[in-house]
């Protein structure tokens, strides 16, 4: 593992004895018109210490953590800093006191260069003037002491999501603080950029930095934090230090009762492979995908899946499976041949691809998923009204509105109503949206990327049943996720893909996560 | 969906401005006699008749994010091409055909420039608009061309149940646009296109198709404002609604429509038309002079917004 | 008796000629106890078409007009008359339907003479660039007078016609004339700003010796240019305050249910720097 | 940064559009033996130096999204202030540093009343281009103010090592302005925001602050092209520069600045206005028709632009 100790970091807080107290949060409350998103919220932050925060999508953590980081500012309540009351006047003032944040919705400027994102807010020079060799040296240094491989020069907008991920992770880092709050840092990373990040969160830690940590992955929550709070509907409703509590009761004091699994158990009888001399020939492929191949993209694919089955891809950030989803869905040109039902069908837009029963849950939901101004209401039926009977011209508003709570109520959506723009929810909650969009189109094919980025455990739960209902009735789905155990548990198949190519197939039986990992990285020969 | 929020989201949706309008009214049925009868606000809606009506199309574009500066010199080539092929004595409904279409082509020109092309529809435009108005010139020789098809002139200037016909046109495109707008699976992509293109690809949205076909009802509606117009006239003017296409922007952003795309709505449009409207006819009827007109109008317009504005906010 | 009101809707406000013009309307309105609206048309047909419907709410006795096109302003003098308003127009003339009186300047007799002079300046022979406003045409009436007056010269050629409506516009197309003809020995300015830019071009172009200039309109700044630079060979002269305060008058005299004459030119002058 | 990469850069920035740029020279050269000549070339940059500083202005406004359409206006009032000042025989500095406040101060009300008051920059600017030339008529009862200063006329027509003193001041306007947009923290704040605004607020940039600099900048740019305009015409119009505001736009996103914020460089907008000028130019040189240049003028854009767009979508 990379040293954590090696980031150019201009204060080290050596006055910060560990453990005490750095910021506090006594009875915040925030109301946005007229909904509570916290409600007299209390909050401890210590140095050299991870404080988590657990809780259901919409249970306010990000809300607290934007008022602790100066975007928003309290409705009541009061903020200590070192035990002296302060008021944040923006981001600009929290920063100065020290407290970085690196959000849970990306917010870097695309046509810029990850350099100047690092240093957005004080790029380094003269009186005014840019230095940008030295910007780009600093940048690369800082980079390569957090291990991360991304050339500073690029610009953001060629950079896939976790890499996003990584930057935003880097710029928060890279001014002198003593709170560092992490929401999601991990939600679009695979499991060895999250290591990663553990390493950094442990360099904080022996450097004195408060840190807050939210993530809805409560294994990793074990298994960094010294103090565990759970949230519920705007309030704290408990906090826990860490070795005193267990998964289950977490997870019981978050949602509010206990949760039996976390995954749904799988179809009674798993599908039987392609060629298997117990149904020989009985069933044909509904998606079958030969020599397909799209120039820098990714190489050479052969697959099938048949209907009522789910294939798990995994691979490492950067492998290419989100380009073979796009692919399949029309957004790129790619050679090869697809066939639907054994007829052999092209797909040049997503518009084809709809038409053609294929639905698509992007990793992405700000940019591709969801109209972020427009309504609920409107962005679950973003393609049912158009898709769901060609040629229509009028909107049938009852079956939409029928149609859209049905979804909200389903999925567990937490909304103040349909007509709310979708700007405002949650992170979770918005990922739910995108889910329930293609949901609502019924799909025979469904490719879904990360389609639980972000979703706390119950929801994690529901969606996961919601798959397993589809495919149970004869979709196929394809899983792309980062997180293994979910391809895992979820997967009927399981491809793994590695450097834009496929490099091996696994039935569901026998699988380790060691197995798997071995063939994502190099280590075992294809 | 119950009643109150209902109103209430037309209230959220209008308010403001909507307000504005009335205060307007008011302010000037205090300071002009004139101003508040039956006769002159059927003049106001006259007069505002073909800016509104453009900028109907006009919101259409904007909805997508998108900008038309060509409208103008579309309405001025419209109304020539309908002043030529009367000129020549072709049947009225064919005249009006033509015309439609001839819109309707310019329209989709600047649409399949913009979206086939992938050139920005702001250097497409403003170049459509020389173009387009080198046209009418060419085509008219720089002249005004007289009309005097009585059928045709009643376009403008007849009367059907007591009210003016533009009026009647301004009416029925109203209606006609609000429920595209709001009421069809059209209408919904526009929003949707115009709030994140990219989300309304991957929900298999054509777009670029759909911009073609929004520039080309942008083109259709300069069309019939061109028809007016110039029946109005009793001529085809070449060089007639010269900078309407600011005019008609402006009534379409004051009545609420985001530069940016995703926001907008036909009444709104409307009501900032009949703004602009009110404040041009209550300064005439009050003798400002011309220049002080200028400002008092922009002032106006400031003021209007800037009330709509702090409400928004307040409202949250 | 009642004070007469009369509404004005005056092609622009923003040419010496119209402000002149505005301002004898206002000083004769005065003089004959009448109160005037002015409104502006700013160029636009349509705008022009809303002022005099305005004027008709606000039941004005008579209007004067000058027309943003001949024969665009039919509606609004259709709409006056059924209104029963008699109508004036001033400068330039409605075409296609009967007003009651019209005051114009005669501006093909105006362009003749100013070929005349450009002739004499030139000692008849030369290359000459004319700087047009196509689209108007009063203006399009002073080019035919100028290029009539020319065609009596067979030395004399105009090689260039270039748009040239604003002042800096009219700059840029003198310069490009100058360009393209380095031996132009003559420049027609349609009016005072075309004029006024087709000197500063050959200022800047060092060709005050060569170039001569002809100008139309004849207002204050222009007059000042032709006593100053020799170079400015002569002006055509409006007269918008005669113009203006005749149309005043015959509104008055209408009202007051006299009989006027249907057409009112006034004769332009010609100004040089000998006139003064 | 090796050297063939900042080349490759600078190809990648400019290329479509400069060779655009090169093409239409060659043309011109070819079809007019008058044009390629240095004088006529130095006339070019004359004629468009006005329009190009004024574009600088507007370059700042698009980068950050926003929309000044005012700047005619301002150039008029700025312009008039200085004839007016001049008639009064103030001293030329003084004459000059009066213009430059005004154009600041014209342009900071653009910004506060846009980011202050919340209303849309467009709308804000409408306004203001009414009530600025209001302003300017009144100030100067709509007749133009002759100058006869010597030292100012020189700002528009005098010469310095040759060269005319207008192509000084846009040399030194875009070296300055490139600089601040390219090398300074203020330069980067502009692009940052222009491209998230979002990320600049949690950057902890003072995004309002940063609208109103932008704006008072753009109005300096204007009041600057106001006066060079004032010199070269011996006289300050109040009418001038109408509709150069579209001009100024067009010349910056012909040279890549996008309207949506984010992206643009000075040396790609001066690129523009060149273009802009040098179809001008040919076309008189060649004496095309009127009705045709327009014609011409629109259709050469397109090709320009649509080379340039082709371009980049081959590189990717
Ligand atoms: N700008 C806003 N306007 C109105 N409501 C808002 C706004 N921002 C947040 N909310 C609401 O506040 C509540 C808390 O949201 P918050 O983003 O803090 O949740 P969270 O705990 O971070 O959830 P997740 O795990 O999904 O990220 C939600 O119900 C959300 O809809
Ligand atoms: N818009 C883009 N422009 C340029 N390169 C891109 C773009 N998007 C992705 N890439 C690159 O393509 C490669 C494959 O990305 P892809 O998203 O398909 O991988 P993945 O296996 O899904 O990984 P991830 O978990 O990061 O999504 C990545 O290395 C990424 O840097
Ligand atoms: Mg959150
Ligand atoms: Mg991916």
Known sequence: ?526 | MSVSTYWGRIARRYGGILLGLIALVLLFALLSPAFLTTGNLLNIVLQVSIIAIVAFGITYVLLLGEIDLSVGAIIALCGSVAGLLLAREMPLLWVVGATLACGLVLGAVNGALSALLGIPSFIVTVATMGIFRGLAFIASDGMPVPVDDEAFIRIGNGHMLGLPVPIWILAALLALNHCVLSKTVFGRKAYLAGGNAEAAVYAGIRVKRLKIAIFTLSGLMAAVGGMVLTARLYSAQPNAALGWELDAIAAAVLGGTSLAGGYGTMVGTLIGALIIGVINNGMNLMSVPYFYQLIVKGAVILVAVCIDVQNKKRRG | AGKYTVGASLLTQQHPFYIELADAMKKQAAKDGVRLDLSIANQDLNKQLSDVEDFISKKVDAIILSPVDSKGVKAAVLKAGAAGIPVITVDIAASGVAVVAHVATDNYAGGVKAGELMAQATAGKGRIGVLHYPTVQSVVDRVEGFKKALSAHPQMKIVSIQPGITRAEALTAAQNMLQAHPDLAGIFGFGDDAALAALASIKAANKLGQVKVVGFDGMAEARAAVDKEPAFVGVIRQYPDQMGARAIGLAVAVLAGKKVDKLNPVVPGVYTAAHQ
Request: hydrophobic share 45%.
């Open chain 1, 1 to 526: 593992m990379m040293s954590a100790m090696h980031w150019p970091d201009p204060a080290s807080d050596a006055s910060a004895a560990p453990g005490r107290v750095v910021l506090e949060v006594r009875a915040i409350t925030k109301s946005f018109g007229a909904a509570l998103a916290l409600k007299d919220m209390s909050l401890r932050l210590r140095a050299g210490s991870v404080h988590s925060l657990l809780g259901e999508n919409g249970a306010g953590k990000s809300t607290l953590m934007k008022i602790l980081a100066g975007v928003l500012q309290p409705s009541r309540g009061q903020m200590l800093i070192d035990g002296q009351e302060v008021r944040l006047s923006g981001p600009g003032d929290a920063r100065r006191r020290g407290i970085a944040i690196i959000c849970q919705e990306l917010s870097l400027a695309g046509n810029l260069s990850v350099a100047d994102n690092l240093f957005a807010n004080h790029p380094p020079g003269l009186a005014g003037l840019i230095d940008d060799r030295q910007m780009l040296r600093k940048s690369r240094a800082l980079l390569a002491a957090l291990g991360i491989a991304i050339d500073p020069s690029t610009l953001v907008a060629q950079l896939s999501i976790a890499e996003r991920q990584l930057v935003e992770i880097a710029k928060a880092l890279n001014q002198p603080s003593r709170v560092v709050i992490m929401d999601e840092p991990t939600s679009s990373l695979g499991a060895s950029e999250a290591r990663m990040v553990f390493g950094i969160i442990e360099g904080l830690k022996a450097r004195g930095k408060a840190i807050v940590y939210i993530s809805h992955r409560i294994d990793e929550i074990m298994q960094i934090s010294d103090e565990i709070s759970v949230m519920r509907d705007g309030r704290c409703m408990d906090t826990k230090v860490r070795g005193q509590t267990s998964i289950e009761a977490l997870i019981a004091l978050m949602v509010g009762r206990p949760l039996s699994a976390i995954y749904p158990p799988g179809p009674p009888h798993p599908p039987a492979p392609p060629g298997s001399p117990a149904l020989p020939g009985t069933r044909q492929a509904l998606l079958r995908v030969q020599g397909f191949g799209c120039t820098g993209r990714f190489y050479d694919l052969d697959f099938e899946v048949h209907a009522g089955e789910i294939v798990g891809f995994f691979g490492l950030v950067g492998a290419g499976r989100s380009d073979v989803l796009a692919a399949l869905f029309g957004m790129h040109r790619a050679s090869g041949r697809i066939t639907l039902d054994g007829q052999p069908v092209r797909l040049r837009s997503p518009a084809e691809a709809i038409a053609h029963g294929i639905a698509f849950v992007t990793e992405n939901r700000k940019e591709q998923g969801l109209v972020l101004d427009q309504s609920v209401l409107h962005n679950i039926t973003m393609a049912h009204v158009h898709c769901r009977r060609q040629g229509a011209w009028w909107i049938d508003e009852r079956e939409e509105w029928r149609l859209a709570q049905g979804y909200v109520q389903r999925l567990g959506i937490k909304i103040a109503s349909l007509h709310q723009p979708v700007r405002e929810l949650s992170g979770g909650n918005q990922q739910k949206l995108v889910f329930a969009k293609w949901l609502a189109l019924r799909p025979r094919v469904l490719l879904l990327d990360e389609p639980t980025r972000g979703v706390d455990a119950g929801a994690k739960f529901e969606i996961y049943r919601i798959i397993r209902e589809l495919a149970t009735a004869g979709t196929a789905v394809i899983l792309v996720s980062s997180e293994l155990p979910e391809v895992l548990a979820m997967s009927d198949r399981l491809m793994v893909m590695r450097a834009k190519r496929l490099v091996k197939t696994f039935e569901r039986r026998n699988l380790s996560q060691e197995t798997v990992m071995a063939y994502a990285t190099a280590a075992a020969a294809p």
